[in-house]
T-cell receptor, first 112, second 111 residues
Framework: DTEVTQTPKHLVMGMTNKKSLKCEQH?????MYWYKQKAKKPPELMFV???????INESVPSRFSPECPNSSLLNLHLHALQPEDSALYLC???????????FGPGTRLTVL | DQQVKQNSPSLSVQEGRISILNCDYT??????FLWYKKYPAEGPTFLIS?????DKNEDGRFTVFLNKSAKHLSLHIVPSQPGDSAVYFC??????????FGTGTRLQVTL
């Protein structure tokens, strides 16, 4: 089973809203990732969690706040976003010591 | 600085023929390479990978070739099928849990 699930599938929010994206995997992976993908562009890494600790933050604005409550779950809290933050947000996971990442289906976010 | 490049934004191949997708990289520290397939509005699906200690890896219809001296890898799909129509991304890793993606090649397999 190489499934990573993400909810919601679509999200529309205003610039003053607070919302959260959720990601879950049950493959026993101990590294989890958030990526942002704009149309016709490659995925861009935002955050990496390794063993539930934040290990990489790619200089992401503080209006994006990641959280890893346990080894299976990864959240991305959103607050005061801008319209240019509209994108497909992808979650991925990988086993310790491997570089093969498995991606979820993504959340299509639209900021009005 | 684009460290992983896919110079062909699109490719059209007839069903049953071979599809060859190319990828070039500049960072000599990359030691692991992957290919992902992506349908619109879906997440990338892992296809095949290769370590820098190998020059070829095969999985069914998919074969990845690595030429380290040229810093070039390619994905061969044979025979190509209509369901292979998607955007293909190559990605590279130098460890530290970071993948660097190419810009993608849109493959269209025609009947």
């Amino acid at each position: 089973d190489t499934e990573v699930t993400q909810t919601p599938k679509h999200l529309v929010m205003g610039m003053t809203n607070k919302k959260s994206l959720k990601c879950e995997q049950h493959m026993g992976h101990r590294a989890m990732y958030w990526y942002k993908q704009k149309a016709k562009k490659p995925p861009e890494l935002m955050f990496v969690y390794s063993y539930e600790k934040l290990s990489i933050n790619e200089s992401v604005p503080s209006r994006f706040s990641p959280e890893c409550p346990n080894s299976s779950l990864l959240n991305l809290h959103l607050h005061a976003l801008q319209p240019e933050d509209s994108a497909l947000y992808l979650c991925a996971s990988s086993s310790p010591g491997t570089d093969t990442q498995y991606f979820g289906p993504g959340t299509r976010l639209t900021v009005l | 600085d684009q460290q992983v490049k896919q110079n062909s934004p699109s490719l059209s191949v007839q069903e049953g023929r071979i599809s060859i997708l190319n990828c070039d990289y500049t960072n000599s520290m990359f030691d692991y390479f992957l290919w992902y397939k992506k349908y619109p509005a879906e997440g990338p699906t892992f296809l095949i990978s290769i370590s820098s200690i190998k020059d070829k890896n095969e999985d069914g219809r998919f074969t990845v070739f690595l030429n380290k001296s040229a810093k070039h890898l390619s994905l061969h799909i044979v025979p190509s099928q209509p369901g292979d129509s998607a955007v293909y991304f190559c990605a590279a890793s130098a460890g530290a849990s970071k993948l660097t993606f190419g810009t993608g090649t849109r493959l269209q397999v025609t009947l």
